[in-house]
């Protein structure tokens, strides 16, 4: 479980599985790679390159199409802190959910559940949903999956409890959310074994929750700390629960023109006051990160958060988003840690090789960023979730007041407004969604690009582009179980019509139409049989893309179709329903 491995091959499924759900927190997004890169990756088709033509700039495309289409059959969610992400960012797929986080001081977990057909993964890493934090950082990640036998079903469902917590101070009335991680829940591993998931909802701060897992009687011996952040001022706040205890913090090295650099963010008068090494970071450690293609590894921004204790011959460490900070280790920001156990030996291969030891007279201390500021402006809803199938758009407002007039719009159309005071606490709408996945909203002269939360993707308007499939276009795509509904028309356009150019239906003779029908009708009779999870799948069966209804429409309005597969296919349908 402690494999090392990029990030991308961490989410990256099985061969021949599906996701089913996911979710995926971090404290910076950027959407941009998050749809060329991470999405197609975790929905296993084609990614694009990071600096390269995107879908956004494909919008008719096969690729388009096919991400469309893959996150309908699975739920996502993206769980973000809202004083980091830039509102003037547009989502392009309307088929997963973004949520903004607003109360924590920082919300700064970084934790990826992914559900594929027959694999449960739970990733705990330090790397935010960036091209940095996956390709240019030194990361640390830990990774436990089913599929390879791992045992980590107490830290799963800890982690599910820690975003259902967050879900129920933020959003407690999405439905969207609430479903996706009652998904997660139903298929993570049932067994109790596995390391612990430390996180910033339990009673005690996360520091003192791995020190809880020490022996009665023992005390730490050897700490060491891996870490880009330190408290401000003269004291590392942390530091108090080690009194007397050798620390190890490691540096990585710069260079200056032709000599060596060691930097670290805390004040001199902090590091002199400790019984302190500093271990220099071997170049060629990567954890988590991106693979280079040099033979000599790239200079790295060291960004892991790892911090390791020893008693005896025993170790514990702490992997995931906590900085050694006091608001990361107790408590103000809301963090989430894996904690392993094990021999010293075990725990120490854990950390960075060190290159080489270095005095504290050569390290250059840096001012610790100051972290504590926050946007002037942030977007005035929490959430903005839409029923397609009663055609409702409800708005959830921040509990702050307006300094100026504000309204929320849609297509150039103002849907709710008001003027300077008091946001209503909830709004509901009449609404029907579009190609835009996102709202407008405007406070005075600021503005925002705030996505839309979509119940039941099933019933969305049709995928673009396939408006025009007749039913028997419908039944061929039931007969070959294809979820990739271009790709498939593509397909079957090219294989049967040539060079010719010819229409499915004036190049299938008779007999294969019936056949196809056939096999179509099994299909529907295997649908029907099999147990209903949810609401959403018996309406996606009955009013979906794919759905009865679609089908029965079809043979209603083709007027090409042939009597006797008409009557046939009805009489079919009636029987099995």
Not at 39 to 45: K, Y
Not at 244 to 260: C, D, F, M, N
Not at 353 to 376: C, G, K, M, Y
Not at 541 to 547: I, R
Request: with cysteine; proline share 6%; charged share 25%.
């Amino acid at each position: 479980m402690t494999r090392q491995a990029t990030l991308l091959e961490a989410l990256s499924p099985p061969d021949g599985q599906r996701l089913r759900a996911a979710v995926l927190t971090t404290f910076d997004l950027d959407t941009r790679y998050l749809e060329n890169t991470v999405l197609p990756t975790i929905l296993g088709i084609e990614t694009v390159a990071p600096d390269g033509e995107g879908p956004q700039d494909k919008m008719a495309s096969r690729h388009f199409l096919e991400m469309r289409s893959r996150l309908r059959e699975a739920n996502v969610a993206i769980l973000a802190d809202a004083k980091r992400y830039d509102f003037n960012s547009k989502k392009m797929f309307e088929t997963y959910e973004m949520f903004f986080v607003r109360t924590a001081r920082k919300f700064h977990p970084k934790l990826f559940l992914l559900a594929f057909d027959l694999d449960f993964r739970l990733i705990v890493a330090s790397a935010n949903l960036t091209e940095s934090g996956f390709h240019r950082n030194l990361e640390a990640v830990w990774i436990g999956s089913t599929a390879q036998g791992d045992r980590f079903g107490r830290a799963a469902r800890a982690a599910i409890d820690f975003i259902d917590g967050v879900r129920k101070k933020e959003w407690p009335s999405s439905r969207s959310l609430s479903g996706t991680l009652s998904e997660l829940r139903r298929r993570a591993p049932k067994n109790m074994g596995g390391p612990d998931l430390l996180h910033s909802g339990s009673s005690k701060c996360i520091l003192d929750q791995l020190l809880s897992h020490l022996p009665r009687g023992r005390s730490v011996e050897e700490l060491h700390v891996v870490s880009p952040f330190f408290d401000r001022g003269d004291r590392l706040g942390p530091m108090g629960r080690f009194k007397g205890t050798k620390a190890h913090i490691y540096v990585r090295e710069e260079r200056l023109g032709s000599k060596p650099a060691y930097r670290l963010q805390a004040s001199k008068a902090a590091l002199s006051k400790l019984d302190a090494v500093f271990p220099v970071i071997d170049p060629k450690w990567i954890a988590g990160s991106g693979v280079d293609d040099e033979d000599r590894p790239r200079p790295r921004t060291l960004h892991a958060k790892l911090v390791a204790i020893r008693a005896g011959k025993r170790g514990w460490a702490l992997l995931g988003s906590p900085n050694f900070t006091s608001p990361a280790l107790f408590g103000r920001n809301a963090e989430a840690a894996v904690a392993l156990a094990g021999s010293w030996r075990e725990i120490r291969d854990l950390l960075p090789p060190a290159s080489q030891i270095v005095d504290l007279r050569n390290i250059t201390s840096v001012e610790p960023e100051d972290d504590e500021s926050s946007p002037a402006w942030a977007p005035f809803l929490t959430l903005a979730e839409y029923d397609p199938l009663k055609h409702k758009l409800r708005l959830e407002f921040s509990p702050t007041r307006s300094k100026s007039g504000w309204s929320v719009e849609y297509g150039g159309r103002i849907m709710v407004s008001g003027s300077k005071g008091a946001f209503p606490r909830s709004k509901a709408v009449s609404f029907v969604i579009g190609t835009d996945p996102s709202l407008l909203l405007r406070e005075g002269s600021n503005t925002a690009v705030f996505p839309i939360v979509v119940i039941d993707k099933e019933l969305l308007p049709s995928i673009p582009g396939m408006e025009d499939l007749d039913y028997r276009d419908i039944l061929g795509y039931f007969a070959h179980g294809v979820p990739n509904l271009a790709s498939f028309m593509e397909r079957t356009k090219r294989d049967l019509g040539g060079e010719k150019g010819l229409e499915p239906a004036d190049a299938v003779p008779y007999m294969q139409q019936l056949s196809t029908l056939s096999r179509a009708l099994e299909g529907i009779r295997r649908r029907l049989a099999a147990k209903l999870r949810c609401v959403s799948e018996a309406r996606a069966l009955f009013s979906g893309d794919l759905g009865i209804g679609r089908v029965v429409d079809g043979m209603k309005r083709d007027r090409d179709l042939d009597s006797a597969f008409r009557r046939f296919d009805l009489l079919e349908i009636a029987a099995l329903i």
